[in-house]
């Protein structure tokens, strides 16, 4: 049974460009969330998806968008990209109102 | 909203040792904590959970203690292995308007010493 996959692994942008990122849930979890982790923190909550909508955002601009899909997949977008952008983007899925999380992999995005 | 604090950034011990990690966190309101563990290059993997309804819970080698009292939680690892070498994160999970997410701690390293 496949966990939660992330692509892509790693990725490097230029200041100012746009990103997408996407993730592929737990078989049979239908919520996911984003996480961001900076180095040498803690994750930290960006938003999570359930029916297709955003339902809880953590505090992150404007810039961090997401998506998902009919098949509960999810997509990350940040746009603008800044040098402080640069962290482990983490997806985490969970059957909906069920604790816990199953977490992938993380997708390393580094902004020059 | 509240964060989740550690006591100690790094901890090392030698194989065969008890390791204690400690987790301070502030959210009165949160009802679910689990412990994790990250291994370099990986995401948090599940280690234990525990609900505010319970002060203990034991697992494989590992215990979580929780203390509403003082508010602190505790990861116990039996005989540690170097394979137990790794950052771990407390995290409290509490219900918003419908959805719940995660609030973690900065993490402790734990080092284990053959």
């Known amino acids: 049974d496949a966990g939660v996959t992330q692509s892509p692994t790693h990725l490097i942008k230029t200041r100012g460009q746009q990103v997408t990122l996407r993730c592929s849930p737990k078989?049979?979890?239908?919520?996911v969330s984003w996480y961001q982790q900076a180095l040498g923190q803690g994750p930290q909550f960006i938003f999570q998806?359930?029916?297709?909508?955003?339902?809880q955002r953590g505090n992150f601009p404007d810039r961090f968008s997401g998506h998902q899909f009919p098949n509960y997949s999810s997509e990350l977008n940040v746009n603008a990209l800044l040098l402080g952008d640069s962290a482990l983007y983490l997806c985490?899925?969970?059957?909906?109102?069920?604790?816990?999380?199953?977490f992938g992999s993380g997708t390393r995005l580094t902004v020059v | 909203g509240e964060s989740v604090g550690l006591h100690l950034p790094t901890l090392s011990v030698q194989e065969g040792d008890n390791s204690i990690i400690n987790c301070a966190y502030s959210?009165?309101?949160?009802?679910?904590f689990i412990w994790y563990k990250q291994e370099s290059g990986k995401g948090p993997q599940f280690i234990i959970d525990?609900?505010?309804?319970?002060d203990k819970r034991q697992g494989q080698r590992v215990t979580v203690l929780l203390n509403k009292t003082v508010k602190h939680l505790s990861l116990q690892i039996a005989a540690t292995q170097p394979g137990d070498s790794a950052v771990y994160f407390c995290?409290?999970?509490?219900?918003?308007?419908?959805?719940?997410?995660?609030?973690f701690g900065t993490g402790t390293r734990l080092t284990v010493i053959p």
């Open positions: 985490a899925s969970s059957p909906h109102r069920i604790d816990g999380y199953t």
């Open positions: 078989s049979g979890h239908d919520t």
């Open positions: 998806y359930y029916e297709e909508e955003e339902r």
């Open positions: 959210n009165s309101a949160s009802d679910y």
């Open positions: 525990i609900r505010s309804n319970m």
């Open positions: 995290a409290e999970n509490y219900v918003q308007t419908g959805a719940n997410n995660l609030f």
